[in-house]
C-alpha cells in the first residue's frame, strides 16, 4: 500500500521568497511516480510538477521544483519567489508505475499544506 | 485543448435520492478517474475507467458506481445518498499509458441534505 505524508498543516511564506512544502512517501512498488498538485479555493486540482522514482535529476516547471531524495523518501516542493496567487492548498501524491512505464490512473493522496503567501 | 468538464458543478439532494455526475476527458484521453473530497477524508479514489472498463477500484460501497462511454466521457453513479456523501468529486483523465501526465476537471460539489 502506497502513503503519502505532508506534516505541515499550514505554511506562511513573504512574497517574493522560496518556500519548501514538505512530503514523505512510503510505498513497496519498485516503480512510482510522485506528484505535486495546486488546488485553489475554487476547487480545481491544478498539475505542478512530477518526478518518476527512476529518474536521476530532480524535475524542475518554472518556479516549481522537486527535491527529491529516494533513500529518504522524501519529495519536497520548492516555490521560488513565491507571488500572492500561490496561496492555495498544496498535495503531494503518488502513483504505480509498471513495467514499461504504463501506469492506472490512482493516486494516492497526502493531506494537504495550505499555503499563504503575505505582501 | 479543451481541459476535462464536469456537470453540473453544484448540486443538493436529499438523502435517499440518487445522483448522476458526468466527465467528459481531455480528446484523445482513454482514462478517467475519479475521486471523493472531504475535509474529514481528505481525497480519496473511487474508481478508474479505461477504454470502457473499470480497471481500478478505491474501498467504497457499492453504492458508487461508474460507467465509460465509447467516446471516453464518464459517469458516475451514487445511490441512497447519505449525509456523508457530501463533498467534492473530481475526475481525473490521462492517456492510460506511458504518460505520467493526469488532469483534473473543476470538479462538483454535492450536498446532501
Known amino acids: 500500500a502506497q502513503k503519502i505524508t505532508q506534516t505541515q498543516p499550514g505554511m506562511f511564506v513573504q512574497e517574493k521568497e522560496a518556500v519548501t512544502l514538505d512530503c514523505t512517501y512510503d510505498t513497496s512498488d519498485p516503480s512510482y511516480g510522485l506528484f505535486w498538485y495546486k488546488q485553489p479555493s475554487s476547487g480545481e486540482m491544478i498539475f505542478l510538477i512530477y518526478?518518476?522514482?527512476?529518474?536521476?535529476q530532480n524535475a524542475t516547471e518554472g518556479r516549481y521544483s522537486l527535491n527529491f531524495q529516494k533513500a529518504r523518501k522524501s519529495a519536497n516542493l520548492v516555490i521560488s519567489a513565491s507571488q500572492l496567487g500561490d496561496s492555495a492548498m498544496y498535495f503531494c501524491a503518488m502513483r504505480e508505475v509498471f513495467a514499461g512505464g504504463t501506469s492506472y490512473g490512482k493516486l494516492t493522496f497526502g493531506q494537504g499544506t495550505i499555503l499563504t503567501v503575505h505582501p | 485543448k479543451a481541459g476535462v468538464t464536469q456537470t453540473p458543478r453544484y448540486l443538493i439532494k436529499t438523502r435517499g435520492q440518487q445522483v448522476t455526475l458526468s466527465c467528459s476527458p481531455i480528446s484523445g484521453h482513454r482514462s478517467v478517474s475519479w475521486y471523493q473530497q472531504t475535509p474529514g477524508q481528505g481525497l480519496q479514489f473511487l474508481f478508474e475507467y479505461f477504454s470502457e472498463t473499470q480497471r481500478n477500484k478505491g474501498n467504497f460501497p457499492g453504492r458508487f458506481s461508474g460507467r465509460q462511454f465509447s467516446n471516453s466521457r464518464s459517469e458516475m453513479n451514487v445511490s441512497t445518498l447519505e449525509l456523508g456523501d457530501s463533498a467534492l468529486y473530481l475526475c481525473?483523465?490521462?492517456?492510460?499509458?506511458?504518460?505520467?501526465?493526469?488532469?483534473f476537471g473543476p470538479g462538483t460539489r454535492l450536498t446532501v441534505t
Open positions: 518526478q518518476g522514482s527512476y529518474d536521476q
Open positions: 481525473a483523465s490521462s492517456s492510460g499509458g506511458n504518460s505520467y501526465e493526469q488532469y
